[in-house]
């Protein structure tokens, strides 16, 4: 060993040595932090379907790829970093010695070429995204970027490390090409062997440059090791645990659908038994999330997508689930501290820490625990209310994380104290939910009217009890029951069915609200009492029947989405369709039969609860299809007009998560963001699959004093206007013209 090799050895495993040191306290503090969180032992079953989740999304890519250009590029930078690992073990070899490789298959030539095409690529992919992070840019001018809020130094330094120890590898192999101690032939490594044509034969160079190398990658470890809540960087360690341990462990996007139960001590509470001062009631502070939302929040990697999708955001509110992600992982690290030596409240409000326990306590970890979780800026809140009521709930959120955060869960969770305990919710939502309380209907209206749609159809609708051979249960909804618009939804739905003569049954007075907007809102014990009436309800409907005979069909998609994901935990297991659905499967089958074409064109908007939170995409535009078609033979969506955000990337109305009952009023309005995208179509038709859509499209429509040249519908009601083109004007849902 030369003098040369002396040097660099010894300042080599010393800079590794600190930055190892610095890593495993840094990992104990985070393991620390998200131990803090309250038990979810929903999260370790089913190991098999986890493991497959979790290689499908991290080695497959699946979620990223739907960023195409992004999705490739950071699967080569992930397989750079893995194979680069090695490459920084190789480093180890070189700085004791100019002509040191990896045992065993450090001369193999598959082994150059690989590491060489992985790291071309890598460099390639890396300067892809540092592109990509420059044009997006938060300073660069005009419009909001999905970066504003993130820490950008993070991301460029984590960028920049990766390009310079990629091009360090091929600086010491051209060393090592220079000084004729390079294995691998041109064809397999022919970058090292051009950059050894211009180096020096200075065989200290191989052991410099792979100082350089380790300098650079142990740089990395210590400063992401002094900064645990790095996300752009500890992403790539703590997504395979956020992944594995997500909450629908088969579903490709997870936290979508149903709600999480409310939980205290990691069971679901039961509010027969519940004791606010023994039970935990939502979250009130950040460690009674559970360790998984603990997980959550530290795995962010700030890239932003959530935030370039989410409706608030893009409205000018001031919610950004990301930003909302990050306020909660720097709070939880802040108070860490406090809460690791003992400190904390309990239920009743009281320090559970002894003055002794807190005598050293660093200041700010005090004052950081003093802020409350819901609060104004001037009350030094962590999350401001404002922000926490701009939620519709979309979920597409939920749906662009690439690491599988559950941002809808926690910001229930965070409601739900603030609705049960501190009765604290915009004022307007209160009106709701005392009619759910007292009426069963957040419109107040009396049940005595809740079958007064089926007044002038020209057949008879049954209810349960009267007839006792029903195939499905119509389940009309609140909407459906008493808002004039959805109203004639439910006419149209009823006359499709009679017309393809499907035996169903409404339960009509019987029936009640669903409970979705209390759950959303956060009132989980009125949804506990709505659920639990109309499961109980609908087990006496079905009772004697088995599981694939107890259908509903339902149009409105929050009914579908609560009584088939939800009703399950209170004990109500049913087969739930949407009418569009079931209306596919009617024409599919030939029992309904589009003769009339929709001209004018159509466009179609995804309602959040069946599409992105339930996956139902096809149907309506199958039906919608067959309707524009008229007979004409074609199917499929043939002839629909899609907006540039549809499907999964649909854009919400701004109605949900009981948006629907609360005021807009900041930034501009969701539902005047998404009539003018539908608008831009040039389609004289928007259908719609849910009556909350209906009225927030409508008043849209009207707002922009469209309603002559645009009409709202529902796809049923198109689908009847083709079947039936006779019967169909009187059940239009044509726009009052505005004025
Ligand atoms: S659920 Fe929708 S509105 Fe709520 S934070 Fe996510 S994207 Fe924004
Ligand atoms: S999409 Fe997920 S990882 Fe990206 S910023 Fe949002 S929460 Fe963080």
Redesign the pocket.
């Known amino acids: 060993m030369g003098s040369v090799q002396i040097v660099t050895t010894i300042l080599a495993f010393a800079i590794t040595a600190v930055a190892v040191w610095l890593a495993v306290r840094a990992v104990m503090k985070m393991v620390a932090v998200i131990r803090l969180g309250q038990p979810d032992p929903t999260r370790f079953g089913d190991p098999g379907t986890r493991t497959k989740t979790m290689l499908a999304e991290t080695a497959g890519h699946t979620r990223m790829l739907r960023w195409s250009v992004v999705g490739a590029a950071h699967w080569f930078v992930m397989v750079g970093f893995i194979v680069l690992s090695l490459l920084v073990l190789e480093a180890y070899f070189e700085v004791v010695s100019p002509t040191g490789g990896l045992p065993l298959v450090g001369d193999w030539a598959i082994y150059g070429l690989v590491t060489e095409w992985l790291a071309i690529l890598g460099i390639v992919s890396i300067l892809v995204l540092i592109a990509i992070r420059l044009r997006n840019r938060p300073t660069r001018p005009g419009g909001r970027s999905r970066f504003t809020g993130s820490t950008m130094w993070q991301g460029y330094f984590v960028e920049g490390i990766i390009l310079a120890v990629l091009i360090m590898g091929f600086v010491i192999r051209g060393f090592k090409v220079a000084t004729d101690h390079f294995e691998y032939p041109v064809w397999a490594a022919p970058l090292s062997h051009a950059v050894g044509g211009v180096l020096p034969n200075w065989a200290a160079g191989v052991s410099l440059a792979a100082l350089v190398k380790i300098v650079i990658s142990m740089t990395w470890l210590i400063v992401i090791s002094l900064n645990v809540t790095m996300g752009v960087a500890w992403h790539r360690f703590l997504a395979f645990f956020n992944i594995f341990f997500k909450r629908d462990p088969g579903a490709n996007v997870s936290g979508l659908g149903a709600l999480r139960p409310m939980t205290s001590q990691g069971k679901p509470l039961d509010f027969e038994e519940a004791d606010p001062e023994k039970d935990q009631f939502g979250v009130a502070q950040v460690e009674q999330f559970t360790w998984k939302g603990l997980l959550d929040f530290s795995t962010c990697t700030e890239c932003g997508r ?1 935030q370039s ?5 893009n409205t000018g509110k001031p ?3 990301k930003l ?1 992600v990050l306020s909660l992982r720097d709070h939880a690290y802040a108070k860490a501290p406090y809460l690791l030596a003992g400190g904390g409240k309990d239920l009743t409000g009281e320090e559970k820490a002894t003055a002794a326990q807190l005598a050293h306590m660093d200041v700010l970890a005090l004052a950081e625990a003093d802020r409350p979780l819901i609060g104004t800026a001037e009350e030094g809140g962590i999350i401001d209310p404002d922000v926490l009521w ?9 749906e662009q994380c690439p690491v599988d955060i559950e ?2 869960d926690h ?1 229930v969770d965070m409601r739900r104290y603030q609705v049960l305990i501190e009765s604290s919710f915009p004022s307007e939502a209160g009106v709701m939910l005392r009619n759910l309380e007292n009426k069963g209907n957040p419109w107040g209206a009396p049940q005595n009217t809740r079958e007064d749609w089926t007044k002038g159809l020209d057949f008879e609708v049954p209810r349960v009890g009267e007839v006792d051979d029903f195939e499905y249960l119509f389940w009309v909804g609140c909407a459906g029951a008493f808002e004039d618009r959805a109203k004639k939804t439910t006419r149209a739905v009823a006359t499709l069915l009679n017309e393809a003569g499907v035996k169903f049954a409404i339960l009509g007075e019987g029936e009640t609200c669903s409970g979705d907007p209390a759950r959303r809102i956060g009132n989980e014990f009125v949804f506990q009492m709505l659920a639990q009436q109309n499961v109980e309800t609908l087990n006496e409907a079905f009772e004697g029947r088995e599981q694939s005979k107890r259908k509903i069909v339902a149009t409105c998609p929050h009914c579908f989405n609560t009584l088939g994901n939800e009703y399950g935990q209170l004990g109500g297991e049913f087969e739930v369709v949407h009418h569009t659905q079931l209306l596919a499967h009617l024409v599919a089958t030939g029992k309904l039969t589009p003769v009339q074409p929709v001209d004018g064109g159509v466009t179609y908007h995804d309602p959040c609860y069946l599409g992105r939170h339930n996956r139902v995409f096809a149907p309506p535009r199958e039906v919608l299809g067959s309707a524009i078609a008229g007979g004409d033979g074609a199917s499929g969506d043939g002839g629909l007009i899609e907006m540039p955000r549809n499907s999964e990337r649909s854009f ?1 109305c701004g109605a949900g ?1 009981a948006r629907m009952w609360m005021e807009e009023k900041v930034g501009k309005r969701i539902n005047v963001d998404r009539v003018e995208e539908a608008m831009s179509t040039g389609a004289k038709t928007v259908a719609v699959g849910c009556p909350f859509c209906s009225t927030m499209l409508n008043d849209g429509v009207n707002g922009k004093g469209a309603g002559e040249q645009v009409e709202v519908v529902d796809v049923a009601s198109v689908l009847l206007r083709s079947v039936k083109p006779e019967q169909a004007p009187g059940d239009t849902e044509r726009a009052p013209v505005a004025g």
Do not use: N
């Not at 999708?309 to 955001?313: D, T, V």
């Not at 701009?390 to 939920?398: D, H, L």
């Open positions: 959530c999708q989410c409706p608030a955001w919610l950004s689930p909302l701009s939620c519709t709930t979309c979920g597409a959120c939920v941002h809808v910001i919400c998560g």
